[in-house]
């Protein structure tokens, strides 16, 4: 069983910075990819970053570029994402998920496998 476990979260000032982490545990299939997700209340969830494990292929929105920075330890076992210049559209619950790599999805897909239970980050 895959678990996934997000952390970090919580309240910032605009302009400032935040590092939210999730930890990969369990049969993880070796993941090839791992994607942090938002969701805000009402809307959909959107990719923001994934990151190729082991790798070096990253992958932004285009609302995010520039201001976030996805990464893993040398482990492979913990995924980061550095929030730069938070703005109060990144207030949503982020969550990490992946799926089996051999259903070579697209990494920014909603429909992934495996999820974390989400960590809150609220920008005022």
């Known amino acids: 069983q895959v678990q996934l476990v997000e952390s970090g979260g919580g309240s910032v000032q605009a302009g400032g910075s935040l590092r939210l982490s999730c930890a990969a545990s369990?049969?993880?299939?070796?993941?090839?990819?791992i994607t942090w997700f938002r969701q805000a209340p009402g809307k959909k969830r959107e990719g923001v970053a994934a990151?190729?494990?082991?790798?070096?292929?990253?992958y932004y929105a285009d609302s995010v570029k520039g201001r976030f920075t996805i990464s893993e330890d040398n482990a492979k076992t913990t995924l980061y994402l550095e929030i730069d210049n938070v703005q109060p559209e990144d207030t949503a619950i982020y969550y990490c998920?992946?799926?089996?790599?051999?259903?070579?999805?697209?990494?920014?897909?909603?429909?992934?496998?495996?999820w974390g239970q989400g960590t809150q980050v609220t920008v005022s």
């Open positions: 990151i190729e494990v082991g790798g070096s292929q990253t």
């Open positions: 369990g049969h993880t299939y070796n993941f090839d990819y």
């Open positions: 998920a992946a799926d089996r790599p051999w259903r070579r999805c697209s990494p920014m897909r909603t429909d992934l496998a495996f």
